[in-house]
Antibody, heavy 121, light 106 residues
Framework: QVQLQESGPGLVKPSETLSLTCTVS????????WTWIRQPPGKGLQWIGY???????NYNPSLKSRVTISIDTSKTQFSLKLGSVTAADTAVYYC???????????????WGQGTLVTVSS | DIQMTQSPSTLSASVGDRVTITCRAS??????LAWYQQKPGKAPKLLIY???SLESGVPSRFSGSGSGTEFSLTISSLQPDDFATYYC????????FGQGTRLEIK
C-alpha cells in the first residue's frame, strides 16, 4: 500500500523560499505522476503542480513563476520549492499520487497527511 | 481556465436522508471529474473518479453522475460518518477544485 509523507520547515519568513519533500513508501515512484496541492486555513484546495517520474512538469499558471517541483527516484522522493512567499502562501501542503487518464490530467490517490507551513517573520 | 462551482456551499441534513451535491464546470470536461471527502484535520479521501466510478472500499451509498458540465454526488442514506466537506475536481486540463460543500447535521 503506497503511503506518502510530507516533511519540511513549518515556518518560513516572507520573501524566502518554501521547501518541502514528499517521501513515497510501499510502492514504486516510477510510471506515475505525482502532485502537490495546498489548502489555506479554512479554505478550499488549490492544485500547485505535477511531476512525472521522468522529471517532466506542469504547473498551475497562477503559481508557475514561483514554483519548482523536482523528483529523486533513487530516494523515492519528490520536492516542492515555492519562492518569494508571502502570508497568502500559508497553508497545509499535501502531496499525492496522480492516477492519470489518457490524454488528460488525473485524480489524486492516495494523499499524504499534509503539513502546515506558516509564512511569518 | 476551467472554473468549478459547487452547490450548495452548506447542506444541513439528518441521518438517513438522501442528499445530492452539484458541481458545474465552466466548459465541458467530458467525464473527467473526481469527488473527495474531507474531514477536519485530515487529507481528502477519493470517493469517485471518472464522474461515476466508485473507488474501491467506498460504501455503495455514494454515487456520482453527469458528464459535460453538470455533475452530482449523491449519498443515498446519510450515515453519521458522512458529515464532512466534499470537493469536486476536474482533470480535463490540469486540476481545478470546486470550492467545497460542507455537509452538516441538521
Amino acid at each position: 500500500q503506497v503511503q506518502l509523507q510530507e516533511s519540511g520547515p513549518g515556518l518560513v519568513k516572507p520573501s524566502e523560499t518554501l521547501s518541502l519533500t514528499c517521501t513515497v513508501s510501499g510502492g514504486s515512484i516510477s510510471s506515475y505522476y505525482w502532485t502537490w496541492i495546498r489548502q489555506p486555513p479554512g479554505k478550499g484546495l488549490q492544485w500547485i503542480g505535477y511531476i512525472y517520474y521522468s522529471g517532466s512538469t506542469n504547473y498551475n499558471p497562477s503559481l508557475k513563476s514561483r514554483v519548482t517541483i523536482s523528483i529523486d527516484t533513487s530516494k523515492t522522493q519528490f520536492s516542492l520549492k515555492l519562492g518569494s512567499v508571502t502570508a497568502a502562501d500559508t497553508a497545509v501542503y499535501y502531496c499525492a499520487r496522480v492516477i492519470t487518464a489518457p490524454g488528460t490530467g488525473g485524480w489524486f490517490d492516495p494523499w499524504g497527511q499534509g503539513t502546515l507551513v506558516t509564512v511569518s517573520s | 481556465d476551467i472554473q468549478m462551482t459547487q452547490s450548495p456551499s452548506t447542506l444541513s441534513a439528518s441521518v438517513g436522508d438522501r442528499v445530492t451535491i452539484t458541481c458545474r464546470a465552466s466548459q465541458s470536461i467530458s467525464s473527467w471529474l473526481a469527488w473527495y471527502q474531507q474531514k477536519p484535520g485530515k487529507a481528502p479521501k477519493l470517493l469517485i473518479y471518472k464522474a461515476s466510478s466508485l473507488e474501491s472500499g467506498v460504501p455503495s451509498r455514494f454515487s456520482g453522475s453527469g458528464s459535460g458540465t453538470e455533475f452530482s454526488l449523491t449519498i443515498s442514506s446519510l450515515q453519521p460518518d458522512d458529515f464532512a466537506t466534499y470537493y469536486c475536481q476536474e482533470y480535463n486540463t490540469y486540476a481545478t477544485f470546486g470550492q467545497g460543500t460542507r455537509l452538516e447535521i441538521k
